[in-house]
């Protein structure tokens, strides 16, 4: 039978969809199975190597799941830059005592004109785009900020949003410059109106479970996501509030230069004092106290100190850690955590990875 050749082009044209349908049915058979055997072959892979050091603490780790939580919940840009949310200062007081080196404030601004209003959790941060222009004549670029209050806000009506500002300031030829948002945010006085934008970050969140163990390494102003945490964790009325009742084991290694720069210092002794099988408080206070080495006490030296009971902790698969503050300290924190993985038979290149890839290991450095 003999076909016109309109008939053999409508012909033709009829098929290209069934020929995309299976292509694309075949496809994503392929993907899913390729999808099922890498997950499972990382954690092979991960089993196999932890559990090759001979340890406890490598093997339980290799017990989590290296899947990635979405945090579907969690709120992401609710402001852009271009459409910021203008916010009003409430307070800005200094959170230094007498004979501190620098200047570091807590700022609390009212989020509660926001529509919709600016929600934010545990761990994220927000942007601040300071007031006037730069060199070229062009708006100031956003800064980051690690948000140190928790969901509730410092007054808990849930509606303000609080920052851990260090000033930053350098000499260059002889000339003290100052930064200009930490310093645009440490003069501000209440009642300015503030471009916020935000909130950002999914990488530092808490764990959702109760009886997590939270370890925290945190330098200056890298304490801001871990003051939310402990009053999250602690606080009375944050607790009456939050639904949550933390029973593991929290313990903040704390690095600054004085006893006078210690941030939030009087919240964590007391913190300490109330629940004193829940949370342990290390300081490292750099310019006061020395090092086995004679030299200045950093955090790095107190993760060395306690290497036994971190890696304790470590093998209990609902175990975190916590890294935030000065980008400097990774590479010293990494070197502790070698030498103290080490002394277990541990390999801490291997572990920290996996680590990772678990999401039980969090930084946020700057
Ligand atoms: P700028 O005016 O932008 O000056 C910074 C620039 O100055 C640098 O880029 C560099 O070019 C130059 N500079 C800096 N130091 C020197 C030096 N010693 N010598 C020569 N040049 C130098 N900061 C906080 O205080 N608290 C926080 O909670 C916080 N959280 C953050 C969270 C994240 C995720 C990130 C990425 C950063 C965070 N920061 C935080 C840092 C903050 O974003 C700003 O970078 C910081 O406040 C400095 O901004 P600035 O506008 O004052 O300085
Ligand atoms: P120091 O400045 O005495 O060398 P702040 O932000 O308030 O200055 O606090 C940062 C703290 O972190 C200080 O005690 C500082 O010590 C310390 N620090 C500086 N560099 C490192 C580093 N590479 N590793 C760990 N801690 C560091």
Redesign the pocket.
């Known amino acids: 039978m003999a076909y016109s050749e309109t008939q053999v082009v409508a012909g033709g044209l009829v098929h290209i969809p069934i020929v995309i349908g299976v292509f694309w049915f075949i496809q994503s058979f392929l993907l899913r199975r390729i999808d099922t055997s890498t997950s499972s072959g990382n954690l092979q892979t991960q089993k196999a190597s932890i559990t090759s050091q001979g340890t406890s603490a490598g093997t339980k780790a290799s017990k989590v799941s290296p899947r990635k939580p979405a945090h579907p919940d969690v709120p992401v840009n609710t402001y852009k830059p271009k459409n910021p949310f203008v916010g009003k200062v409430i307070e800005n007081y200094s959170l230094l005592k007498d004979g501190a080196i620098g200047r570091?404030n807590h700022i609390t601004f009212d989020l509660s004109s926001g529509d919709p209003l600016l929600r934010y959790v545990e761990g994220q941060?927000i942007g601040?785009i300071?007031a006037g222009e730069d060199a070229n004549g062009k708006p100031?670029?956003i800064?980051?900020?690690?948000?140190?209050s928790t969901r509730h806000g410092d007054n808990f009506a849930g509606k303000t949003v609080s920052?851990?500002?260090?000033?930053?300031q350098?000499?260059?030829d002889g000339q003290t410059?100052?930064?200009?948002?930490?310093?645009?945010?440490c003069d501000i006085k209440p009642g300015a109106q503030v471009k916020i934008t935000g909130p950002?970050?999914k990488e530092m969140l808490l764990p959702e479970d109760e009886d997590a163990n939270v370890i925290m390494l945190a330098t200056?102003?890298?304490i801001?996501?871990m003051r939310a945490y402990l009053r999250r964790m602690f606080d009375a009325q944050e607790r009456a509030k939050n639904n949550w009742n933390f029973k593991g084991k929290a313990w903040l290694f704390m690095g600054a230069p004085k006893s006078a720069n210690l941030l939030y210092d009087d919240d964590f002794n007391k913190y300490q004092e109330q629940y004193k099988d829940n949370f342990r408080y290390t300081k490292a206070i750099s310019r006061e106290q020395n090092n086995t080495k004679g030299g200045r006490m950093y955090i790095q030296d107190r993760v060395l100190e306690h290497a036994d009971e971190i890696f304790a902790l470590i093998e209990n698969p609902k175990t975190h850690i916590y890294l935030?503050g000065l980008k400097g300290m990774e590479p010293g924190i990494d070197e502790a955590m070698t030498a103290a993985a080490a002394a277990k038979g541990i390999n801490w290149s291997e572990l920290r990875p996996q680590l990772k890839k678990a999401h039980r290991w969090h930084v946020?450095t700057?």
């Open positions: 570091v941060s601040i300071p100031h670029k800064r980051l900020y690690s948000i140190a920052l851990c500002v260090r000033q930053l350098y000499e260059k410059i100052d930064g200009v948002c930490s310093t645009y945010l950002v970050g200056g102003t890298g801001a996501p935030c946020e700057y």
